[in-house]
């Protein structure tokens, strides 16, 4: 390795206006201004420019000299030709498993529980071990692919390691496929410039921690929209991120851990770029992440639980469901093929749980309400076709969440979010969002949703305010639902765990 | 200095399961589960605690023995009672000057250009002056004291500097107020501290750069949201941002340096804790610093311009304005006291401009038309009362915007933001929000909003097109502007200046 060390500005201006330019810090800014105001900077130009000697490189015609011109370097020597540089250019396609195969059974909807994250480790661990050979694919994390609960992966690879090595190190390898260091600035430095040079990967981190590298991702995000323009710039793979150990899901961390905003973030980016999806189960997150690691050139973020949780979707119906980005959900809907009294949606696999928990208490309590349930996957599905490519057209938004009816709307995020993707929507008057709204501490998992109203008592509290049909019946479970939630504060105080009635309950088919 | 290396984990449980805990990596998690699914974890924890020897420890009746306790520190001395922890306890105001006295002249709104945070930086160099004894103020920023045009500081203090220094070297003292290194991860940890310890501050950087601690503020944010509610903890200073060299001044920066999303970010966090302000000049500017420099347990953003550019009220009409955060702008308003044709709002330096110029392409070309021009300093004034405590109520809101007549809103950052913040307002159907879109290069400062279409031919076009009354006239003027943005696009390419209609262009009164 050589160093050299040069001088601030070499070669630049000396002096300017009595103050030293090279080797200062002056060099670093505009030191010569060409305007009316700053006569004599022009001649300084003229000066330092005579001072590269133009006479000893050029001909009479104004072209380099030969000699000089065949010093450079050609063809992929080129700085600015090396593929290394245009890393789609060296591409490879990921050699990839058949996600079906990893599919959770699910006989019917709510029927069995599956740790989604921990499924979807079992899918990398296959993308590592198919891809082994090309050596292309990397896991980039802050300490987290354990704790993210993608353990399977190290069943085939293991954490790269070049240093040495103790008793009680646990996955550390010379040649591992899986990058972890705590700190996230590295590793979306890391795999910007694994994908930049024509390789796949993806960043696996806490929900609440990716904002680290918010202005990190708005660099590459604008390379990405720029470099879609150049045609010689071909398409890399795509900058994936995995956001689990989520917002609900920090019960023994709390309030500090607690940050759904990194979307809020992203959508600000060219909506040609930037893709959001909320996976509801194991196989939708199985689904969604095969569609992700085969993309190019875009920015894709997908929020997943990690913990056990009830499985909605068998794997046929996952990948219609994912296909279609958003979707009405028959077997919770009661509305037939009519017009319903409320839409209840859903975004995220917490929201989505509650929702559907809510609903079973309509369907006990209010059975003459005719409840549609509509998931939303694909987060920019929401925003209309014109502002994103992934948007729904208005007749088919409305054919989802009507013209006029209430739209209960359980959402993973801050619930501004919403409400900005959806401003434009004929119904957007009567769509009210439950969501993240800094509230939160170390508590139990149920009590985090009901700190931020999002809970299945809220929303059908919601649901019987905006309701006025639901008249004396609604009133009254009104107040039951009033009762329970103080009978949970109570409980969890005492018992430090949620009400077995939250913990066993169950969608009944 | 002592430094005590320790196993991790020390004094914790040995092995656990077979595996080995102290001293290793497992120790970071939980150890120990204690549940029906770990039989024999309890003993093992009982094993533990009675390692500590609580017999040698206690008394019969459970006491600590009173010779051990008076080991501990008393009062002040406890850590948590030591008041450098409750820096609010410590905090002393800042010692004022009268912010009156840095007053640009404004005889009539357009007639004097100034560069904002210029005028700033001389107000802030008395509040240096004034607060040397007390030693309680400091500015932080990386390298861009001089970019954001805070030079006249360096009249009165210097770059805090304890290492070597060279020839050159410019504005370095041991003891100086500002502290300067190009790390803003450094500058809002320090200022964090500092506050935190009963100290005042303000960190000053380029606006696009501020995402880098996107993640700490989140802390900090989150941090005052809690002690806001712990009796014992006292109020400290806020925590002030200004953010300067914002998108439409970054024109030899470009695309990379144009990000004004850091108040998108913001305004996720509680409404009780976060404010942001974007004065259109100097006055305003004035006008708000001296507030968020009294102002406790807050976070303030503060948005302003760095180049001259003309200057709109005289500081006592500053002061009302900032005072309401919001207002009609007479002066420039041609609807008397009845309703307008369209309401032409402005929330930044750029946009007022813009807003301004647009305007009076109006008054020229279709002047029967009834424009009332609204300027926003504070941006909260935009949501509800019942969302944000700065916020509208619904009856000045509609007061101020109409309740049915077309909004041309043109706005300093991500256009999404004012629909966010506004879509519970009546009158939001027909709130029309220009703002950056990202779009932008390395262009001229007038080319930057044509871009991003808040240029005022596009705003004199938008509102053209939301009032058909405008008939012929409208369709001609809409032509006329269309050529001139060609105009615009062919000059800025052959002259790499804006057209002089722009450079000159000015408000007549």
Redesign the interface.
């Given at each position: 390795m050589i160093v050299l060390s040069s001088p601030k500005g070499w070669t630049g201006s000396k002096f300017v206006d009595g103050l030293?330019i090279e080797?200062?810090?002056?060099a670093h800014?505009?030191p010569l201004q060409i305007d009316d105001d700053h006569p004599g900077h022009l001649e300084l130009l003229e000066e330092r420019l005579k001072s590269y000697r133009p006479e000893e490189l050029f001909d009479e015609r104004g072209r380099l000299l030969e000699e000089l011109a065949e010093l450079a370097p050609v063809g992929e020597r080129r700085m600015g030709a090396n593929p290394h540089a245009n890393g789609g250019l060296l591409l490879k396609d990921l050699v990839m498993p058949d996600f079906r195969k990893h599919a959770v059974e699910v006989p019917a909807p709510g029927t069995v529980k599956a740790a989604d994250t921990y499924v979807l480790g079992e899918f990398f661990r296959d993308v590592a071990k198919l891809n082994r050979k090309q050596r292309n694919f990397r896991i980039f994390g802050p300490d987290e692919t354990l704790?993210n609960r993608l353990n399977a992966v190290f069943e085939v690879t293991n954490r790269q390691w070049d240093a040495r090595t103790q008793?009680?190190?646990?996955f550390l390898d010379s040649d591992g496929r899986v990058m972890e260091m705590l700190s996230e600035h590295q590793y979306e430095g890391w795999l910007e410039g694994y994908l930049l040079t024509g390789r796949h990967g993806l960043f696996n981190s806490y929900e609440?921690?990716i904002?680290?590298i918010?202005?990190m991702f708005?660099?590459h995000a604008?390379w990405l929209?720029?470099t879609s323009g150049i045609p010689w710039r071909k398409k890399i793979a795509s900058l994936n991120y995995l956001l689990a150990s989520h917002v609900w899901q920090q019960a023994?961390n709390g309030?500090?851990h607690q940050?759904p905003?990194f979307i809020?973030?992203v959508?600000?980016?060219?909506a040609s770029i930037v893709r959001v999806y909320l996976p509801p189960d194991a196989n939708c997150l199985l689904a969604v992440w095969d569609h992700c690691l085969r993309s190019r050139h875009y920015v894709n973020v997908v929020i997943a639980g990690k913990y056990k949780a009830p499985q909605w979707l068998s794997m046929d119906e996952a990948v219609k469901h994912c296909t279609a980005g958003i979707g009405k959900w028959h077997w919770a809907s009661n509305d037939g093929d009519a017009e319903p009294d409320v839409v209840m949606a859903c975004c995220g696999d917490v929201p989505t749980l509650e929702t559907l928990a809510a609903v079973s208490i309509l369907r006990e309590h209010l059975p003459e309400l005719k409840v549609r349930v509509v998931n939303v996957v694909d987060l920019m599905k929401l925003q209309p076709a014109s502002e994103h490519p992934h948007g729904l057209s208005d007749e088919h938004f409305d054919a989802l969440f009507t013209r006029d009816k209430p739209i209960i709307f359980a959402f993973h995020g801050?619930p501004?979010?919403v409400?900005?993707l959806t401003?434009r929507r004929a119904n957007?008057d009567n769509l009210h969002v439950r969501g993240y709204k800094?509230e939160g501490t170390i508590t139990t998992t149920f009590d985090m949703t009901v700190l931020n109203e999002l809970d299945r008592y809220h929303l059908v509290m919601d649901t019987i305010d905006r309701l006025p049909q639901t008249g004396d019946n609604g009133a009254r479970l009104k107040q039951q639902l009033t009762d329970k939630l103080q009978e949970h504060f109570v409980y969890i105080r005492k018992y430090g765990l949620d009400m077995p009635e939250i913990l066993n309950w169950k969608w009944i088919n």
């Open positions: 030293q080797g200062t810090f002056r800014q505009v704790s008793d009680n190190d646990a609440a921690f904002h680290i918010d202005s708005n660099q604008k929209k720029v023994h309030f500090t940050d905003g809020d973030h959508v600000n980016k060219k801050y501004s979010l409400h900005q401003y957007h800094e």
